[in-house]
């Protein structure tokens, strides 16, 4: 048997190896005795391996068969009877191999050796001899009589290689074919067909791989044998060749055999037809047998590259044929390929094209390219850009549109979107490779509303199989639009109006977000401000909140008027969509990089849309012109709701409150446009405002229109910077008020009255309002500044967001001339109690009435009671932070004194108690505990952001303090933040950061020392305030760990602002008789910490008090020795020795310069030091880390009176009971002194 034969025969397709190891788990499977499962799990392994021993057999069976005929040829090459040239076999092997310069360059080899023997060949003589000579294979009929052996020989045996599975052997031996064909017309084209069809014949006997292989085979040869341009020659030697018929007749037949042929086969005839004339494509490839039938089956049989095949000829030959009458009108139109009908023909070639998936099958490409050639989508896209129309020698606009149309309708959500998983994915494929070249205007007919709900559906179902696939289609989405703001433009109304406004929500994803931060163009965003536009006004759906409108049976009048009943919400689908619309348009402007005068026209047509829909209604029909803007407005045909209005007011003032912060001058102001605007309107008699107006609501409507227009006018002409920033802001807040007026009817009316009383003041303006005698009110009144306050507290609590940032900017340049008494009621409001607050009655000496920061001398920081301490004698716990208490029943926190509202009048406080009225009726009609904590938590927070602007621009001021400390009282009364966290630790930070860390301090002689001496003892009073815990309890609950967290951030704050309140004394350079009450009141302290266990105050804290400030520790020198002297606590006495070096290593720092200066106070404290030392070796400690301190600090009074030459007479001074004692207790320490005074 031949080793051909013998290798096709234990050759087994890799489908019935693996059939024979995959065996499926089934439930009869799953009930078999695991012993049994090993049998066969053994049997099936007996079984790969007996496979791959025989493969590894015939790989060395085929190895040696080669090197076999690699002598045979080599040696009948070199015969000198042949006289032909030598030809290497070898280049048969590099042809096979993986890499393509490898397979190029051994083709090149064969070429150029085999022309060589055929020109040698052609020149022999006898060539019977070297016919008979030695053969490399069996003498057969194959046609290639003019051709050498070698050449005979390498034509055959690259027929067979292209059959070979193995490595790249196919590709290889097919460009070898095609080089060769090519390089050697000897080889005739009949010769070759009937060689490939007897080398590769597939018979009854073969299956599975082998047969597939022999198929391929045949594809990959006819491939080569079109690409080496054969046919095209034999056609221009003659035009009745009937090889190209023959050659284009057995390609569709091999098609037909299997469908995994039918694509490769097509492109090689597509090849063909390319090197071929027309007449040859007409004439010979048109006349193939088979190729008609082929065409008329192609739709029954849902084939797509007959299609493929069909469009490309036509496209070719440019003339009709009834050939192409079952998938091409007859006679072809571009606009009769896309009509519905004949769409609708090739819906099973165009669902069958997913076999080729994830590839796009190549008939789409050309669909869409026929679809949207490339001068209609450039064209198009620059007709809307430049709105010009496009050119007559292109399809126009609205052809293309109806032909997308239609293939929209027909192909994408008839025939793929709801279809399979599969054709849904092809439909996301064929979208993107026509998004590039899709005209912009046409992106909505693309983008429909079946597509937008199948995108939707798939994205948010994580778990679908086409969410990646749909995710990387928006990726591409994305970066298709990422320079092209029409087409972003276009993408974006199409996503939004098919989901109701809805997608990013629905799919979880940031797709219309992102896309809306990219516009860089003008215009651009004004075609996207058009487009929403026209969404907005859009009839949709009928609203389903009810309505008391009647409206006419005239379209073109309507009553456009909104009921003023409050609105339950947005629940129709337009009014969702609707309410999207107008909360983006001023998105647009917040990534937006223009020039100021470019983003200022933006901002006017967003503006101009918020004022007429939010605003205005039309009273006869949906459509007013103003001839003085030139301009036409509309309204939607069925009126919004008052809830879309009341969004359209609001980002029209977010809208204000934006331009307002940029601040772009004069020429670019959008409130000055906005207020003309809003004139203009006012004055067309057919507008109207969209809510009738009270009285006193329209009465300040027109005064705040009259003020502006007047404050404006005083801008332009004004010319200090100051006044300009100031009329710019009381601007800003009128229209904030103007707006807020029409947004919250009969809340703000008598607000904006004391406003614009206050810009009379302020600007000396009486002469365009009817003041009906109130200057006469005015006269005598409280100040400017203080109705300001007023005004501006007022305005607070109900306040948007945009307008607290108005009254932000007139207290930030009105607040330098503010009052003690308007700085009083905003504390006032800090200080207010979340919680009402329980009194217990109190001694006159234990309350302490001028208590500015509200801290009782014996009073504790506590979680739940207070109670008194337990007495022991016993000295172990070393008096440690936390100080444990017997619960005492019925004894509750005292309320901290509020001295702030003493000194302010009973106007001031009826003023005072209006604002925290307001916060406490609001919605009073539901549960109001939490609605009212929660206002009036808010209402804090606004004041502190004023308090904050206040101390940003005024930080030396003397009214610095009075801030102080009411902030230090609020933050220290548990009932001022009772519950929120954030208000605690905004007053926190406004303390640290505005002023105890502050660059600047108060400062000059309104700085009273009294004053900062009441404010030290309070903050050392605080400072040394211990935390009780319950000494039940084993663990911190949660609630004490807060409590504790607070007194830990109580405590510091006491620390800092010891340090900030020395700083002011040191700064005013006050002499030592003077300061005299500073000193007692350290000593107070200091006593308190000798005398009593509650006081636990920290003794770093008071040794960085003397390092910071030496002169207050020279001061206390003595006194601190004499308390540690006399102290009965041990622990306090130790403890207290580092205050003393501190003192006295501060002392020597602060005379280096003057030696003799630190000598003189050691000298005058000698006696004191002496009996010191006498009382602490004395009475020297127990524990041995007690006793270790005692002799640490006596070798380093040693050490100093040794540098300043005291030692002899500190001897001296210390009795000789003290000196036994130092010997036993110092030993060489004290030694080492006397012997130092001995010598």
Same mark, same amino acid.
């Given at each position: 048997?031949?080793?051909?034969?013998?290798?096709?025969?234990?050759?087994?397709?890799?489908?019935?190896?693996?059939?024979?190891?995959?065996?499926?788990?089934?439930?009869?499977?799953?009930?078999?005795?695991?012993?049994?499962?090993?049998?066969?799990?053994?049997?099936?392994?007996?079984?790969?391996?007996?496979?791959?021993?025989?493969?590894?057999?015939?790989?060395?069976?085929?190895?040696?068969?080669?090197?076999?005929?690699?002598?045979?040829?080599?040696?009948?090459?070199?015969?000198?009877?042949?006289?032909?040239?030598?030809?290497h076999?070898?280049?048969?092997?590099?042809?096979?191999?993986?890499?393509?310069?490898?397979?190029?360059?051994?083709?090149?080899?064969?070429?150029?050796?085999?022309?060589?023997?055929?020109?040698?060949?052609?020149n022999?003589?006898?060539?019977?001899?070297?016919?008979?000579?030695?053969?490399?294979?069996?003498?057969?009929?194959?046609?290639?009589?003019?051709?050498?052996?070698?050449?005979?020989?390498?034509?055959?045996?690259?027929?067979?290689?292209?059959?070979?599975?193995?490595?790249?052997?196919?590709?290889?031996?097919?460009?070898?074919?095609?080089?060769?064909?090519?390089?050697?017309?000897?080889?005739?084209?009949?010769?070759?067909?009937?060689?490939?069809?007897?080398?590769?014949?597939?018979?009854?006997?073969?299956?599975?791989?082998?047969?597939?292989?022999?198929?391929?085979?045949?594809?990959?040869?006819?491939?080569?044998?079109?690409?080496?341009?054969?046919?095209?020659?034999?056609?221009?030697?003659?035009?009745?060749?009937?090889?190209?018929?023959?050659?284009?007749?057995?390609?569709?037949?091999?098609?037909?055999?299997?469908?995994?042929?039918?694509?490769?086969?097509?492109?090689?005839?597509?090849?063909?037809?390319e090197?071929?004339?027309?007449?040859?494509?007409?004439?010979?490839?048109?006349?193939?047998?088979?190729?008609?039938?082929?065409?008329?089956?192609?739709?029954?049989a849902?084939?797509?590259?007959?299609?493929?095949?069909?469009?490309?000829?036509?496209?070719?030959?440019?003339?009709?044929?009834?050939?192409?009458?079952?998938?091409?009108?007859?006679?072809?139109?571009?606009?009769?390929?896309?009509?519905?009908?004949?769409?609708?023909?090739l819906?099973?070639?165009?669902?069958?094209?997913?076999?080729?998936?994830?590839?796009?099958?190549?008939?789409?490409?050309?669909?869409?390219?026929?679809?949207?050639?490339?001068?209609i989508?450039?064209?198009?896209?620059?007709?809307?850009?430049?709105?010009?129309?496009?050119?007559?020698?292109?399809?126009?606009?609205?052809d293309?549109?109806?032909?997308?149309?239609?293939?929209?309708?027909?192909?994408?959500?008839?025939?793929?979107?709801?279809?399979?998983?599969?054709?849904?994915?092809?439909?996301?494929?064929?979208?993107?490779?026509?998004?590039?070249?899709?005209?912009?205007?046409?992106?909505?007919?693309?983008?429909?509303?079946?597509?937008?709900?199948?995108?939707?559906?798939?994205?948010?179902?994580?778990?679908?199989?086409?969410?990646?696939?749909?995710?990387?289609?928006?990726?591409?989405?994305?970066?298709?639009?990422?320079?092209?703001?029409?087409?972003?433009?276009f993408?974006?109304?199409?996503?939004?109006?098919?989901?109701?406004?809805?997608?990013?929500?629905?799919?979880?994803?940031?797709?219309?977000?992102?896309?809306?931060?990219?516009?860089?163009?003008e215009?651009?965003?004004?075609?996207?401000?058009?487009?929403?536009?026209?969404?907005?006004?859009?009839?949709?759906p009928?609203?389903?909140?009810?309505?008391?409108q009647?409206?006419?049976?005239?379209?073109?009048?309507?009553?456009?008027?909104?009921?003023?009943?409050?609105?339950?919400?947005?629940?129709?689908?337009?009014?969702?969509?609707?309410?999207?619309?107008?909360?983006?348009?001023?998105?647009?402007?917040?990534?937006?990089?223009?020039?100021?005068?470019?983003?200022?026209?933006?901002?006017?047509?967003?503006?101009?849309f918020?004022?007429?829909?939010?605003?205005?209604?039309?009273?006869?029909?949906?459509?007013?012109?103003?001839?003085?803007?030139?301009?036409?407005?509309?309204w939607?045909?069925?009126?919004?709701?008052?809830?879309?209005?009341r969004i359209?007011?609001?980002?029209l003032?977010?809208?204000?409150?934006?331009?307002?912060?940029?601040?772009?001058?004069?020429?670019?102001?959008?409130?000055?446009?906005?207020m003309?605007?809003?004139?203009?309107?006012?004055?067309?008699?057919?507008?109207?405002?969209?809510?009738?107006?009270?009285?006193? %609501? @329209?009465?300040?409507?027109?005064? !705040?229109?009259?003020? *502006?227009?007047?404050?404006?006018? $005083? #801008?332009?002409?004004? /010319?200090?910077?100051?006044d300009?920033?100031?009329?710019?802001?009381?601007?800003?807040?009128?229209?904030?008020?103007?707006?807020?007026?029409?947004?919250?009817?009969?809340?703000?009316?008598?607000?904006?009255?004391?406003?614009?009383?206050?810009?009379?003041?302020?600007?000396?303006?009486?002469?365009?309002?009817?003041?009906?005698?109130?200057?006469?009110?005015?006269?005598?009144?409280?100040?400017?500044?203080?109705?300001?306050?007023?005004?501006?507290?007022?305005?607070?609590?109900?306040?948007?967001?945009?307008?607290?940032?108005?009254?932000?900017?007139?207290f930030?340049?009105?607040?330098?001339?503010?009052?003690?008494?308007?700085?009083?009621?905003?504390?006032?409001?800090?200080?207010?109690?979340?919680?009402?607050?329980?009194?217990?009655?109190?001694?006159? %000496? @234990?309350y302490?009435?001028?208590? !500015?920061?509200?801290? *009782?001398?014996?009073?504790?920081? $506590? #979680?739940?009671?207070? /109670?008194?301490?337990?007495?022991?004698?016993?000295?172990?716990?070393?008096?440690?932070?936390?100080?444990?208490?017997?619960?005492?029943?019925?004894?509750?926190?005292?309320e901290?004194?509020?001295?702030?509202?003493?000194?302010?009048?009973?106007?001031?406080?009826?003023?005072?108690?209006?604002?925290?009225?307001?916060?406490?009726?609001?919605?009073?009609?539901?549960?109001?505990?939490?609605?009212?904590?929660?206002?009036?938590?808010?209402?804090?927070?606004?004041?502190?952001?004023?308090?904050?602007i206040?101390?940003?621009?005024?930080?030396?001021?003397?009214?610095?303090?009075?801030?102080?400390?009411?902030?230090?009282?609020?933050?220290?009364?548990?009932?001022?933040?009772?519950?929120?966290?954030?208000?605690?630790?905004?007053?926190?930070?406004?303390?640290?950061?505005?002023?105890?860390?502050?660059?600047?301090?108060?400062?000059?002689?309104?700085?009273?020392?009294?004053?900062?001496?009441?404010?030290?003892?309070?903050?050392?009073r605080?400072?040394?305030?211990?935390?009780?815990?319950?000494?039940?309890a084993?663990?911190?609950?949660?609630?004490?760990s807060?409590?504790?967290?607070?007194?830990?951030?109580?405590?510091?704050?006491?620390?800092?602002?010891?340090?900030?309140?020395?700083?002011?004394?040191?700064?005013?350079?006050?002499?030592?008789?003077?300061?005299?009450?500073?000193?007692?009141?350290?000593?107070?302290?200091?006593?308190?910490?000798?005398?009593?266990?509650?006081?636990?105050?920290?003794?770093?804290?008071?040794?960085?008090?003397?390092?910071?400030?030496?002169?207050?520790g020279?001061?206390?020198?003595?006194?601190?020795?004499?308390?540690?002297?006399?102290?009965?606590?041990?622990?306090?006495?130790?403890?207290?020795?580092?205050?003393?070096?501190?003192?006295?290593?501060?002392?020597?720092?602060?005379?280096?310069?003057?030696?003799?200066?630190?000598?003189?106070?050691?000298?005058?404290?000698?006696?004191?030091?002496?009996?010191?030392?006498?009382?602490?070796?004395?009475?020297?400690?127990?524990?041995?880390?007690?006793?270790?301190?005692?002799?640490?600090?006596?070798?380093?009074?040693?050490?100093?009176?040794?540098?300043?030459?005291?030692?002899?007479?500190?001897l001296?001074?210390?009795?000789?009971?003290?000196?036994?004692?130092?010997?036993?207790?110092?030993?060489?320490?004290?030694?080492?002194?006397?012997?130092?005074?001995?010598?």
């Amino acid at each position: 048997m031949a080793p051909g034969k013998k290798m096709k025969k234990d050759i087994k397709s890799d489908s019935e190896i693996e059939g024979t190891s995959c065996v499926p788990s089934t439930p009869l499977l799953n009930s078999v005795k695991s012993m049994e499962r090993k049998k066969k799990k053994k049997g099936l392994e007996k079984e790969r391996h007996r496979i791959a021993l025989e493969n590894k057999e015939r790989r060395k069976q085929e190895a040696f068969e080669g090197k076999r005929n690699e002598n045979w040829v080599s040696v009948a090459s070199s015969l000198p009877s042949s006289g032909l040239p030598e030809f290497h076999i070898s280049v048969f092997n590099d042809l096979a191999s993986a890499n393509a310069s490898v397979r190029q360059a051994a083709a090149e080899t064969l070429v150029m050796e085999l022309r060589e023997v055929q020109k040698a060949y052609e020149n022999v003589g006898n060539k019977e001899v070297v016919d008979g000579g030695l053969q490399l294979e069996a003498e057969k009929d194959d046609g290639l009589d003019n051709c050498a052996p070698s050449v005979r020989y390498a034509v055959r045996r690259l027929i067979r290689g292209v059959s070979s599975s193995r490595v790249c052997a196919r590709q290889g031996f097919a460009l070898g074919l095609t080089v060769l064909v090519g390089a050697i017309p000897n080889i005739r084209v009949d010769s070759l067909l009937k060689l490939i069809v007897d080398s590769l014949e597939v018979n009854s006997s073969m299956k599975g791989q082998e047969a597939r292989d022999c198929l391929l085979g045949r594809l990959f040869s006819y491939g080569a044998l079109a690409r080496a341009g054969r046919l095209r020659q034999e056609w221009l030697s003659d035009k009745d060749t009937p090889y190209i018929k023959e050659f284009t007749s057995v390609l569709i037949s091999l098609a037909s055999k299997k469908r995994y042929l039918q694509e490769p086969a097509v492109s090689i005839l597509l090849n063909l037809i390319e090197m071929l004339p027309n007449d040859a494509v007409v004439n010979h490839v048109l006349e193939a047998p088979g190729l008609k039938e082929w065409f008329e089956g192609a739709n029954d049989a849902g084939n797509p590259d007959a299609l493929l095949l069909a469009l490309k000829m036509r496209q070719k030959i440019t003339v009709d044929s009834m050939m192409f009458s079952k998938l091409l009108p007859y006679p072809f139109c571009t606009s009769k390929l896309f009509t519905v009908n004949h769409l609708s023909s090739l819906t099973n070639c165009l669902k069958e094209s997913t076999f080729c998936q994830p590839r796009v099958h190549g008939l789409w490409p050309v669909l869409v390219n026929i679809l949207l050639p490339d001068n209609i989508s450039q064209d198009s896209n620059g007709s809307i850009r430049k709105h010009k129309k496009s050119r007559k020698s292109v399809p126009s606009d609205e052809d293309v549109a109806t032909n997308l149309r239609c293939f929209c309708e027909v192909v994408f959500e008839v025939s793929l979107l709801s279809s399979s998983h599969d054709r849904r994915r092809l439909a996301f494929d064929v979208l993107l490779l026509m998004l590039p070249r899709l005209p912009a205007s046409c992106v909505p007919i693309v983008v429909s509303c079946k597509f937008v709900q199948c995108l939707m559906d798939i994205l948010s179902t994580k778990d679908s199989w086409l969410h990646k696939v749909a995710e990387h289609f928006l990726k591409e989405l994305l970066d298709t639009v990422r320079d092209d703001d029409i087409r972003r433009v276009f993408i974006i109304v199409s996503l939004q109006k098919h989901s109701n406004g809805r997608f990013d929500c629905i799919t979880r994803t940031k797709t219309v977000k992102d896309l809306m931060t990219g516009f860089t163009t003008e215009c651009g965003c004004k075609l996207f401000i058009q487009e929403l536009t026209n969404m907005f006004l859009d009839e949709g759906p009928g609203s389903d909140e009810p309505s008391d409108q009647s409206q006419t049976t005239d379209d073109n009048s309507e009553l456009g008027s909104v009921d003023d009943k409050d609105s339950a919400g947005i629940t129709a689908n337009s009014d969702l969509l609707k309410s999207w619309v107008v909360e983006s348009l001023p998105c647009i402007l917040k990534n937006l990089k223009l020039d100021p005068e470019a983003k200022f026209r933006v901002q006017k047509e967003v503006m101009k849309f918020l004022a007429v829909q939010g605003l205005f209604s039309a009273s006869l029909g949906t459509e007013v012109t103003s001839f003085e803007l030139q301009e036409k407005f509309k309204w939607p045909k069925a009126s919004i709701s008052s809830a879309l209005c009341r969004i359209c007011i609001e980002q029209l003032q977010l809208l204000l409150s934006d331009a307002q912060k940029a601040g772009d001058g004069l020429e670019n102001d959008l409130g000055y446009y906005f207020m003309r605007f809003l004139s203009t309107l006012c004055n067309i008699p057919s507008v109207s405002l969209v809510r009738a107006l009270s009285y006193e %609501d @329209d009465k300040a409507f027109n005064n !705040l229109r009259a003020m *502006e227009s007047r404050l404006s006018r $005083e #801008e332009r002409n004004c /010319g200090p910077r100051t006044d300009v920033d100031k009329l710019h802001a009381l601007r800003y807040l009128l229209i904030q008020l103007l707006l807020q007026v029409l947004l919250r009817p009969g809340e703000f009316s008598e607000s904006a009255s004391e406003l614009i009383i206050c810009c009379r003041k302020a600007f000396d303006v009486h002469d365009f309002l009817d003041s009906s005698g109130e200057d006469d009110a005015e006269n005598g009144g409280p100040e400017l500044i203080d109705v300001l306050v007023d005004t501006l507290l007022s305005l607070l609590p109900q306040s948007t967001a945009p307008m607290r940032y108005s009254i932000e900017q007139v207290f930030k340049y009105f607040c330098e001339d503010i009052s003690d008494d308007g700085l009083l009621r905003m504390l006032r409001v800090i200080k207010k109690d979340l919680k009402p607050s329980r009194r217990k009655d109190v001694d006159g %000496d @234990d309350y302490d009435d001028d208590d !500015l920061l509200g801290i *009782e001398e014996a009073d504790e920081f $506590e #979680e739940d009671e207070v /109670g008194e301490p337990a007495e022991s004698g016993d000295e172990k716990t070393d008096d440690s932070d936390a100080v444990v208490t017997v619960d005492a029943a019925g004894e509750q926190v005292p309320e901290a004194s509020d001295d702030s509202d003493e000194g302010m009048d009973d106007d001031a406080m009826f003023r005072m108690d209006s604002y925290l009225a307001r916060i406490f009726q609001e919605r009073k009609s539901q549960a109001g505990g939490d609605n009212t904590h929660s206002q009036l938590v808010l209402f804090k927070l606004r004041v502190l952001s004023l308090l904050d602007i206040y101390l940003h621009k005024n930080p030396g001021k003397p009214q610095v303090l009075m801030i102080y400390s009411n902030l230090v009282q609020a933050f220290v009364n548990p009932h001022t933040t009772e519950g929120n966290e954030q208000l605690g630790e905004r007053i926190w930070g406004i303390l640290q950061k505005k002023i105890l860390k502050a660059e600047v301090y108060p400062k000059g002689e309104a700085v009273q020392l009294s004053t900062l001496e009441s404010l030290l003892e309070k903050s050392l009073r605080l400072a040394s305030r211990p935390f009780k815990k319950k000494k039940s309890a084993a663990n911190l609950s949660k609630k004490q760990s807060s409590s504790w967290n607070k007194f830990k951030k109580i405590n510091t704050v006491a620390q800092e602002s010891t340090y900030w309140i020395l700083k002011i004394i040191d700064g005013r350079k006050f002499c030592v008789s003077e300061l005299h009450g500073v000193f007692e009141i350290f000593q107070n302290a200091l006593s308190a910490f000798f005398d009593s266990k509650k006081s636990q105050l920290k003794t770093n804290f008071v040794k960085e008090v003397f390092k910071r400030r030496p002169w207050v520790g020279l001061n206390l020198l003595r006194f601190l020795i004499e308390k540690i002297s006399d102290a009965k606590s041990e622990f306090r006495r130790v403890e207290a020795l580092e205050l003393l070096l501190e003192i006295l290593k501060s002392s020597t720092v602060l005379s280096e310069s003057n030696p003799d200066e630190s000598r003189k106070i050691l000298k005058h404290h000698l006696g004191n030091i002496s009996h010191l030392v006498k009382e602490m070796v004395m009475r020297m400690p127990e524990k041995q880390s007690r006793r270790a301190e005692v002799r640490k600090f006596c070798g380093k009074i040693f050490q100093m009176l040794s540098t300043h030459n005291l030692a002899k007479s500190f001897l001296k001074t210390l009795e000789a009971d003290a000196q036994a004692a130092c010997e036993t207790h110092l030993g060489d320490q004290f030694l080492a002194l006397k012997k130092a005074v001995d010598q």
